[in-house]
T-cell receptor, first 112, second 111 residues
């Protein structure tokens, strides 16, 4: 089966610092990736996506980097705020089928 | 634009019973996927429907089934509930296959 893993299960950062959350994926045929944020008691919230024909995409305070050579995905959050505290998941979709595979998640805690 | 809605939000059932969960996708979205989320297993894919047809199915027993209606609303059913079925059941919708948006989930507790 697919394997999407996260390097760090927990991450603590000071408010105002930048956060980097990493994700490794195993299927080189994956061509679409999404980062989600999940707060306690809520469903995952779409943050940003990237297709395999790109290596970087920026959103509001977030940047996703894709390194296909080493099958690595990262989410960078600029000027981290207390409201960013949540579990972050990466999801990959292979170029065949319509199923997404999710990582186990990284819990981000922002220290005021 | 309204987001994905799921009903009910919370449910308590007894072993052996069956349950039906409902999902209304974002307007215009034709794909609906269902996931089971547990602390030990994370997010696991159940199945995906597009235009009333099941396109993909995960590795769950036949007790888990679903369907999609012509208005894209979807239901999933779990029969003969087991304690291990206690989980957060999430529904996600997308236009075709990308930009998947999740609902708040249904928290199912089996006693």
């Amino acid at each position: 089966g697919e394997s999407v893993g996260l390097h760090l299960p927990t991450l603590s950062v000071q408010e105002g610092d930048n956060s980097i959350i990493n994700c490794a994926y195993s299927n080189s045929a994956s061509d679409y990736f999404i980062w989600y944020k999940q707060e306690s008691g809520k469903g995952p919230q779409f943050i940003i996506d990237i297709r395999s024909n790109m290596d970087k995409r920026q959103g509001q305070r977030v940047t996703v980097l894709l390194n296909k050579t080493v099958k690595h995905l990262s989410l960078q959050i600029a000027a981290t705020q207390p409201g960013d505290s949540a579990v972050y998941f990466c999801a990959e979709k292979p170029n065949t089928g319509n199923q997404f595979y999710f990582g186990t998640g990284t819990s981000l805690t922002v220290i005021p | 634009k309204a987001g994905v809605t799921q009903t009910p939000r919370y449910l308590i059932k007894t072993r052996g019973q069956q349950v039906t969960l409902s999902c209304s996708p974002i307007s215009g979205h034709r794909s609906v996927s269902w996931y089971q989320q547990t602390p030990g297993q994370g997010l696991q894919f159940l199945f995906e429907y597009f235009s009333e047809t099941q396109r993909n199915k995960g590795n769950f027993p036949g007790r888990f089934s679903g369907r999609q209606f012509s208005n894209s609303r979807s239901e999933m059913n779990v029969s003969t509930l087991e304690l291990g079925d206690s989980a957060l059941y999430l529904c996600a919708s997308s236009r075709t296959w990308d930009e998947q948006y999740f609902g708040p989930g249904t928290r199912l507790t089996v006693t």
